[in-house]
Nanobody
Framework: EVQLVESGGGLVQAGGSLRLSCTVS????????VGWFRQAEGKEREEISC????????YAAESVKGRFTIQRDNVKRTVTLQMNSLRSEDTAVYYC???????????????WGQGTQVTVSS
């Protein structure tokens, strides 16, 4: 069974740091695309960081580039998001995400965690 469970959200002052963790089951984190999305109140969900399978690199949205770092650990079965220099506009619910194609590429599978609230006070 595929599961993604986030932890590490909370309240932090502007300029502070938080580390989000996503513990997964049912797949290897180095064999699929894993990443983080966020959704602020009244806004659409946006992708903020992604790490592709193997050594195909990472993506970071301009709004978080240089401040947020995504990592994965296949032994611990985790995907983490280190968030530094937090701003009030980073306040949102953060979701862990995994996606892959089946063997022949005909179907795509997307899985989400339940979300964790991050609140940055100014």
């Amino acid at each position: 069974e595929v599961q993604l469970v986030e932890s590490g959200g909370g309240l932090v002052q502007a300029g502070g740091s938080l580390r989000l963790s996503c513990t997964v089951s049912g797949f290897r984190v180095d064999e699929v695309a894993v990443g983080w999305f966020r959704q602020a109140e009244g806004k659409e969900r946006e992708e903020i960081s992604c790490m592709w399978s193997g050594n195909f690199g990472t993506y970071a949205a301009e709004s978080v580039k240089g401040r947020f770092t995504i990592q994965r650990d296949n032994v611990k079965r985790t995907v983490t998001l280190q968030m530094n220099s937090l701003r009030s506009e980073d306040t949102a619910v953060y979701y862990c995400h995994a996606a892959w194609l089946d063997v022949d590429g005909s179907s795509r599978y997307d899985y989400w965690g339940q979300g964790t609230q991050v609140t940055v006070s100014s």
